[in-house]
């Protein structure tokens, strides 16, 4: 697994303008998303290769512009890395940990859900004790961090994080509660779409792939830079859970399926940045 992205082979995007991002409005964004999704159709039926990841430079999506390597990548030793990496204690993951709903005195308020899918490489093939992390923000769009300072209530029974491991068949499952769109300083009035976080590592912390999970339907798509720096319509969609009635359960929570592809041209988008 990588979390490196390469530059893709297309027409380059016309750059934004607007010095002062906050002053930009929703339409100003919507605007340049369309003229670079339309540069990249023209690009593609010109022979372009596709794109199956976001753009590392997408000009609606003023920070990433910032949120990339701008050198050449080098090896470093990985002991030296891992000195440096999370530390997420020295237990065993307990199945527990799944169920975001049951870590604290009370039961926490939104929409029960169950999400579940398996983790697939490129050919298909099940990837079995994959450590899976999951954070996200409650159903009033906040998150259990310092840094969120959006005038949303916190929920003391939620704090929005979670972990298993792949079984032999690489399925994953956890209980949450659906969680709300919240603003952010894209532009005037930004709001990000609903979505739950996803991080797997492979067998050490250098190996680490962090992606998105959206709900389907959600009107915010059309609106949001960091979902639409995926310009490919194909690759967009394999963000988007599915809402799946059989793994609902009668009187206590809906269900989504979701499967997340490590390799290949069909592999699920993956970030270098978690805090979105």
């Avoid at 991002?21 to 605007?31: E, G, K, L, M, R």
Wanted: glycine content about 6%; proline content about 8%; some cysteine.
């Amino acid at each position: 697994m990588t979390t490196q992205q390469h530059a893709r082979d297309a027409i380059p995007a016309q750059p934004v303008t607007n010095s002062d991002a906050a002053a930009d409005t929703q339409d100003d964004i919507t605007a340049a998303i369309e003229t670079v999704h339309a540069q990249y159709r023209a690009g593609v039926a010109a022979g372009h290769a596709e794109e199956n990841s976001p753009r590392l430079d997408f000009p609606p999506y003023r920070s990433s512009l910032l949120r990339h390597p701008t050198k050449d990548l080098h090896h470093t030793d990985p002991e030296t890395i891992e000195l440096w990496s999370p530390a997420f204690g020295h237990r065993d993951v307990d199945p527990l940990e799944s169920d975001l709903t049951i870590q604290h005195s009370g039961a926490p308020i939104g929409e029960r859900i169950v999400v579940r899918g398996r983790v697939l490489d490129g050919l298909g093939h099940p990837v079995r004790d994959q450590l899976v992390e999951v954070w996200q923000a409650n159903s009033a769009g906040r998150y259990i961090h310092k840094k969120d300072q959006h005038p949303a209530p916190i929920d003391p029974n939620f704090t929005g994080v979670g972990r298993c491991l792949t079984g032999a068949d690489g399925s994953y499952e956890f209980t949450t509660i659906k969680p709300a769109p919240y603003p952010w300083k894209n532009h005037h009035n930004a709001w990000r779409p609903a979505h739950i976080h996803f991080s797997l590592f492979g067998t050490d912390f250098t190996q680490r792939m962090i992606t998105q999970m959206y709900f389907p339907g959600d009107p915010l798509f059309a609106l949001d830079p960091i979902y639409q720096s995926i310009t490919d319509p194909k690759a967009r969609a394999r963000l988007v859970a599915t809402y799946d009635h059989s793994v609902t359960s009668h009187e206590w929570a809906t269900g989504y399926s979701w499967d997340i592809v490590l390799t290949g041209s069909n592999r699920t988008w993956t970030e270098t940045e978690e805090d979105h």
